[in-house]
C-alpha cells in the first residue's frame, strides 16, 4: 500500500511538473506575440510617414535632398521590421525554454513579405514602344507598362483611347505613355504625357515601392510635357489629360513634375 501511494505521489509530482512547464512556454509565446504586435504596429506607422515623405517629394521642387534621406532610412527600418515578423526576431532580454514551439507561430509570415526586391525591365521592348508612340509616321497613340512579378514590361500599345482606359486595374500599377493631338486647325501639334497608375486595392507595400519603379522606367521614357499619378479609373479621363497638357505649356524633357 504504501509502494502504491509512493507511486501515486511520484505520478502527481510529475505532472505537476509538466504542467509548469506548460505554463512557462505559455507566457513565452504570449510574450512573444506582443513583441511582435508591437513590431507590426510600429511598420504601420512607419509605411504611413513614408507614404507622407512620397507624397511630398512628388509634390515640392525643394529640399529633395533631405526628404529622400528621410525616406532612405524608413525603408531600413521596415526591412528590420520585416526581417523581425518574419524570422521571429526578438531583444535579447527576450529568452524561452522552447523556442522552436514560438517559433513554429511566426511561419504563418511568407518571405514574399519583404520589401527589398530589385525590379528588373524589358528595356529594348519598351523603348521599342516608347519609339512607336513617339514616331509621326505611326498610328500608335499609347503604350503600357506592367509588371510581370518583378519585371517591367510592355503590356500593351493603341490608338483608341478608349482601349487605354480597360488598361489598368484596381488592384495593379501600370506605367502608360501617351500622345495627344493639340490645338487646333490653325496650329496642330503632338504633345506626350507620362502616367503612373496606382490602383486603389494596391497594398501599402506596393505603394511605397512605386517611387523606385517609376525612376527606373523614366530612365528610358524622359520625354513628356506633363507627368501624371492616377488612382481611380474617372481619372482616365481625356479631357482632363488635355486640359492638364493646355495649363502645362511648354514640354518638360525628364524632370517628371507632377501636375496634380
Known amino acids: 500500500m504504501a509502494d502504491a501511494t509512493s507511486h501515486m505521489n511520484s505520478n502527481h509530482k510529475n505532472f505537476q511538473s509538466f504542467i509548469d512547464k506548460l505554463s512557462s512556454n505559455q507566457c513565452s509565446i504570449i510574450t512573444k506575440f506582443d513583441i511582435l504586435s508591437k513590431n507590426v504596429d510600429e511598420m504601420r506607422k512607419i509605411l504611413a510617414q513614408l507614404s507622407e515623405k512620397m507624397a511630398a517629394l512628388e509634390e515640392i521642387t525643394t529640399d529633395k535632398k533631405k526628404l529622400k534621406g528621410d525616406i532612405k532610412q524608413l525603408r531600413s527600418r521596415i526591412d528590420e521590421l520585416y526581417a523581425i515578423v518574419k524570422d521571429g526576431k526578438e531583444d535579447e532580454s527576450v529568452k524561452s525554454d522552447d523556442v522552436r514551439d514560438v517559433d513554429s507561430c511566426h511561419s504563418g509570415f511568407s518571405c514574399s513579405s519583404k520589401v527589398a526586391m530589385t525590379t528588373g525591365i524589358d528595356r529594348d521592348t519598351i523603348r521599342s514602344a516608347y519609339e512607336d508612340v513617339r514616331s509621326d509616321a505611326s498610328p500608335t497613340e499609347w503604350a503600357v507598362f506592367k509588371f510581370d512579378g518583378a519585371r517591367i514590361i510592355c503590356s500593351a500599345r493603341g490608338s483608341d483611347f478608349t ?85 502645362a505649356g511648354g514640354a518638360n524633357y525628364g524632370t517628371g513634375i507632377r501636375d496634380l
Open 163 to 247: 482601349e487605354f482606359r480597360t488598361q489598368f486595374a484596381d488592384d495593379e500599377r501600370a506605367f502608360g505613355y501617351l500622345r495627344l493631338q493639340m490645338g487646333d486647325e490653325m496650329s496642330k501639334r503632338k504633345k506626350f504625357m507620362f502616367v503612373t497608375w496606382v490602383g486603389p486595392n494596391v497594398s501599402v507595400i506596393n505603394r511605397a515601392k512605386m517611387s523606385t519603379d517609376k525612376a527606373i522606367i523614366k530612365d528610358i521614357i524622359s520625354n513628356f510635357a506633363v507627368e501624371l499619378q492616377l488612382e481611380s479609373q474617372s481619372e482616365i479621363d481625356i479631357d482632363q489629360f488635355k486640359d492638364t497638357l493646355n495649363r
